[in-house]
């Protein structure tokens, strides 16, 4: 298990060039998109990691490390302390919160690899930093909040990060789930969704996903959604993100349930929340459309004149 883990992280430190050489040595296809190599070579360690395998990532890793170590001597003045490439950027307006190292004894706010029951592990009140707020989810009433948004903190230098998070439904949240109608075979509409946004308080934030997310609950892994493929050459693939439905992979009782997050981390910070939402119909939608009322038609004018505008800034 420590040389699987060893052998993702090097691969995702990989560029285009090492991950073709790996992909060329097993025999598999070397074209493609860098998002796409690497998913294909993390695939093959997860899968198909032989001896051989391993001992050629190991091999293109000190390659490149090696290379990269000599150039750095020869072209630069090692003044710089390694130590600064410890320290966590705490997040902070205007230099408000002092930038703090990433020890237990400095950062005391609930990071994911604690234990949470029903998100009771609240940030302390000497600890003053504003909070992440997700936008409203137009198709689901949140009835619970599990976990506040909580920011995903790395717990080494490496590329791939697990984060898990521990936490346990009420009996009275099971029953909501249980007792919920069938929207259809195994999708309850009372359901456990997990978020995932950028560490930003400035507003509501929307669903985004870090790169090379998974998500694992108890022993398997949630289905999240893939990317929408693209025409336009040296257009990227857009990923749809979106709550991610945990429901049917947990336990319905008192039991704990262990839910882990594997995120890239490429300097981007993300927090996740966990909520107990459930969905509208389509009938509970046109009403509330009924309830808001007729608007009127300059108001209508005007947002038909923004529509265009939005559109070419891709909202």
């Not at 029903?118 to 009433?141: A, Q, T």
């Not at 749809?240 to 262990?258: E, H, K």
């Not at 939402?277 to 300059?298: C, D, F, M």
Request: proline letters at 8%; hydrophobic letters at 35%; glycine letters at 6%.
């Amino acid at each position: 298990a420590a040389e699987l883990v060893e052998a993702k992280n090097m691969v995702m430190s990989f560029r285009v060039s090492d991950l073709q050489m790996l992909l060329g040595f097993v025999g598999r296809s070397k074209s493609g998109l860098k998002h796409e190599l690497v998913t294909r070579a993390l695939q093959l360690v997860q899968f198909d990691c032989s001896p051989e395998v391993f001992k050629k990532i190991k091999e293109l890793y000190e390659t490149r490390y090696a290379k990269k170590s000599t150039e750095t001597l020869q072209q630069q003045p090692s003044h710089r302390s390694s130590d600064t490439l410890a320290i966590h950027p705490s997040y902070d307006h205007g230099g408000s919160l002092p930038k703090t190292s990433l020890t237990a004894t400095n950062i005391d706010y609930p990071v994911l690899y604690g234990k949470y029951l029903n998100g009771l592990s609240r940030v302390p009140p000497k600890i003053s930093k504003p909070e992440v707020r997700l936008v409203k989810l137009p198709f689901f009433d949140v009835v619970d909040e599990l976990l506040k948004p909580t920011e995903l903190v790395p717990q080494n230098n490496e590329k791939l990060q697990d984060s898990p998070c521990i936490f346990a439904l009420t009996l009275r949240q099971v029953e909501l789930i249980r007792n919920s109608r069938d929207l259809q075979p195994g999708v309850k509409s009372v359901q456990v969704v997990l978020r995932i946004c950028y560490t930003d308080t400035s507003c509501p934030q929307e669903d985004q996903y870090p790169p090379n997310i998974a998500v694992k609950v108890n022993h398997s892994f949630c289905s999240v959604p893939g990317y929408y493929p693209s025409n336009k050459p040296g257009v990227e693939p857009k990923r749809p993100c979106r709550p991610i439905n945990l429901t049917n992979l947990m336990y319905l009782s008192s039991a704990t349930n262990r839910i882990t997050v594997t995120w890239g981390n490429y300097g981007k910070s993300y927090s996740v929340g966990l909520y107990l939402v459930r969905q509208l119909t389509s009938a509970e939608l046109l009403q509330r459309l009924k309830t808001i009322g007729v608007k009127h038609p300059e108001l209508c004018k005007t947002l038909g004149e923004l529509q265009p505008l939005l559109t070419l800034k891709g909202q």
